[in-house]
């Protein structure tokens, strides 16, 4: 039976990869994007831990067990590397390999040092993860039919997250039984949803920013996706979506000519949204004498409450243990899968852990001094890439929206990596590297336009016949 299944598994996992590579091979690359952002968005739904039980999303076969959707990412970047490619590998590409090649030398390192295995192989995904943002670099986002296939993405999104907020409003949970989804359920949101639909919610702000006919459904569903991150009582996804916001407030006036909006139609269709939603409220209030307004306990926990005082102060500690340890192996780092023991106040116990819940902590511990540098260096060309492709005038206003979406994404990406421990993370990390690959896309498509353009006008000597010179 267990050999049947691993049969049939092989040949399903083969005609994925075929179609991932037709996907590449006839330029429907964002697609791909689609289904992958869908398949990740889809399990923090149905599994709002991490630890995902056996099951359809959590494969097992004796003693091997393996993350479904880790193995799917590992088949398109397979699909990918087949595709044989005319772009010449550039700096920003260079310097995400660079760090690459760190983080495999640091996996051997920590194995040498008696590090755990499991934690050695959970933190060498992050190759994987950011292997994603590689196969979506390529993609083709100028025609109309990318910008409905994503417009529609980010409406159905905006469709499940507003039933997801009925449900999280209301305590109502709809388990989905035994089987192939053992342990999947449909209910409150969880923190990870609360993060992935805000990021989705980024990106259809983009395209309402930047795109014409003006679609103030792209607008209304962006409201609702953003507020997903007050249904859980946390503070990491609040703060990556305000500071994203902020970055595109920031950076939005240096690419004015790409705005497709005035500020007098975005005014009116944010009051148009606030009065249906003050609408609403006023309906409940009349019904039910609620006063509160929605979510209002969940933030005021997050904000004040006691378990969040005491979670701070884990960080602390944590952080604090790191940085002894740093200090006395700055260069190199410890190797992947270091572990440190620190103070839990909570249960007033010494604990063990893997994370320091801040990406910069974790880096320097692992990775020592150049392995921090390295991912400074690979985030700020990526970041400033993000930024010169919004303001690039010679991109159509549909392609510079995924430029500032990334730009958005990888901004509040790395302030919440700041407070979690975030370059692992099974959801998250590959999700905003989709996007950061779609940003790198627009950018490296008009550096090749470029590139071919001069080649084409770069004059050419030709050899002159001797006859031709005399008189």
């Known amino acids: 039976m267990l050999l049947l299944a691993g049969v049939l598994g092989a040949v399903a996992l083969f005609a994925l990869g075929a179609w991932f590579r037709s996907l590449i091979v006839h330029e429907r690359s964002t697609t791909l994007a689609v289904v992958l952002l869908s398949l990740l968005l889809l399990e923090s739904i149905l599994y709002g831990p991490i630890d995902v039980p056996r099951g ?267 940085r002894g340890l740093i200090g006395k192996q700055p260069v190199l780092g410890y190797g992947l899968g270091k572990t440190i023991v620190y103070y839990e106040p909570g249960f007033k116990e010494f604990v063990g852990t893997y994370l320091t819940h801040n990406i910069l902590t974790d880096l320097l511990l692992r990775t020592g001094i150049v392995g921090a540098f390295l991912f400074l260096l690979a985030f700020w060309l990526s970041l400033n890439e993000a930024l010169l492709g919004w303001r690039n005038g010679a991109l159509s206003s549909q392609e510079a929206a995924f430029a500032l979406v990334a730009f958005a994404v990888l901004v509040g990406w790395f302030t919440h990596g700041m407070v979690e421990s975030l370059f692992e993370h099974v959801r998250i990390t590959p999700f905003s590297f989709a996007l950061l690959g779609l940003g790198r896309a627009v950018v490296r498509a008009h550096g090749a336009t470029v590139r071919d353009s001069a080649r084409r006008r770069r004059p050419t000597l030709r050899a002159v016949p001797r006859t031709a010179l005399l008189p």
């Open 56 to 322: 359809l999303f959590h494969l097992y076969a004796g003693s091997f067990q393996i993350r479904t959707l880790d193995l799917i990412l590992l088949v398109a970047v397979i699909a990918r590397l087949t595709v044989r490619t005319r772009r010449p590998l550039d700096l920003v590409s260079g310097a995400w390999l660079a760090f690459a090649a760190w983080l495999v030398l640091e996996g051997y390192l920590g194995r040498r040092a008696g590090n755990p295995s499991s934690y050695i192989q959970y933190e060498i995904k992050t190759l994987l993860y950011m292997g994603v943002g590689y196969v979506l670099a390529q993609a083709r986002i100028d025609r109309a039919r990318d910008l409905v296939l994503f417009a529609r993405f980010c409406k159905i999104a905006a469709v499940v997250a507003a039933v997801l907020l009925v449900t999280s409003l209301t305590g109502v949970q709809f388990a989905l039984g035994g089987g192939l989804l053992q342990g999947a359920a449909v209910g409150p949101i969880s923190s990870v949803s609360a993060t992935l639909f805000p990021i989705v919610g980024l990106l259809a702000l983009a395209l309402f920013l930047c795109t014409r006919p003006l679609r103030y459904d792209l607008l209304l569903a962006a409201v609702v996706l953003f507020a997903t991150v007050a249904a859980p009582a946390q503070r990491a996804s609040p703060l990556q979506l305000a500071v994203s916001l902020l970055a595109i407030v920031l950076v939005v006036p240096l690419g004015r000519r790409h705005l497709r909006i005035t500020l007098t139609q975005f005014v009116l269709g944010v009051a148009a949204i606030l009065f249906v939603a003050g609408g609403a409220w006023v309906a409940q209030l009349t019904v039910t004498g609620n006063r509160t307004l929605p979510f209002a306990h969940e933030v005021g926990i997050a904000l004040h409450g006691g378990q969040k005082k005491l979670s701070a102060q884990d960080r602390v500690n944590q952080i604090s243990v790191a």
